[in-house]
């Protein structure tokens, strides 16, 4: 069954500073994608970036990449420069299937990252 | 601009009481999804829906109904049976495919007393 992990419940860090959010998930698939979102205080989730399980390198998206370990089967979220800004809520999600169907998302449990003056 | 549109944005009512959320898109997206959020945790799949007059259930389906009539509408309906129906609601929806991400409406919080 799917599932994701992320273990990290809270994270303090300096500004400026590069953080790493983890996230862990199962899948007896070998087609699924994984997806970051960022929710701020308002609620509103926010899509960050996608790594597919066949993507041979991994993603980047301006000042996030996504830290990719099949094998490990962990996809965590770096962060590089953090700002004010970047405190949020953070989410791993994962989508099983194919290219054709639209299957469910499930979400992790998400991360509380606060980042300090 | 294409987009989600949830309403409203706060909602109460009383114990007892069915209550229906909207959630209309503009996106052209087959696929719609609906989750509940409850404080300080993740989100959980309540429905989901592929394509128009069809849906699936989520991880916690009981005590809510869905109906997919129009490919832009998927309203749910927290019904009297749900035991804890206090939380925020997020509606999304997305292309077909695995690489699809899903786009977020700005959610309902509703509160029953």
């Known amino acids: 069954a799917q599932k994701i992990t992320q273990t990290q419940p809270g994270m303090f860090v300096q500004e400026k500073e590069a953080v790493t959010l983890d996230c862990t998930y199962d899948?007896?698939?070998?087609?699924?994608?994984l997806f970051w979102y960022k929710q701020p205080s308002s609620g509103e989730m926010i899509f960050l970036i996608y790594?597919?399980?066949?993507?041979?390198q991994n993603a980047t998206e301006g000042r996030y990449s996504l830290n990719f370990q099949k094998a490990r089967k962990s996809a965590n979220l770096v962060i590089s420069a953090s700002q004010l800004g970047d405190s949020a809520m953070y989410f791993c999600a994962m989508r099983e299937g194919s290219h054709s169907s639209a299957s469910k998302i499930i979400f992790g449990s998400g991360t509380r990252l606060s980042i300090r003056p | 601009d294409g987009g989600i549109t949830q309403s409203p944005k706060y909602l109460f009512r009383k114990e007892g009481q069915n209550v229906t959320l909207s959630c209309e898109q503009n996106l052209n997206h087959d696929a719609m999804y609906w989750y509940r959020q409850d404080p300080g945790q993740g989100l959980r799949l309540i429905y989901y829906?592929?394509?128009?007059?069809?849906?699936q259930k989520g991880d916690i389906a009981e005590g809510y109904s869905v109906s997919r009539e129009k490919k832009e509408s998927f309203p749910l309906t927290v019904t009297s049976a749900q035991k804890n129906p206090t939380a925020f609601y997020l509606c999304?929806?997305?292309?077909?495919?695995?690489?699809?991400?899903?786009?977020f409406g700005n959610g309902t919080r509703l509160t029953v007393t």
């Open positions: 790594q597919g399980s066949y993507d041979e």
């Open positions: 899948t007896s698939d070998q087609s699924y994608g």
């Open positions: 999304a929806s997305s292309l077909q495919g695995v690489k699809s991400p899903l786009h």
């Open positions: 829906s592929q394509i128009v007059n069809d849906f």
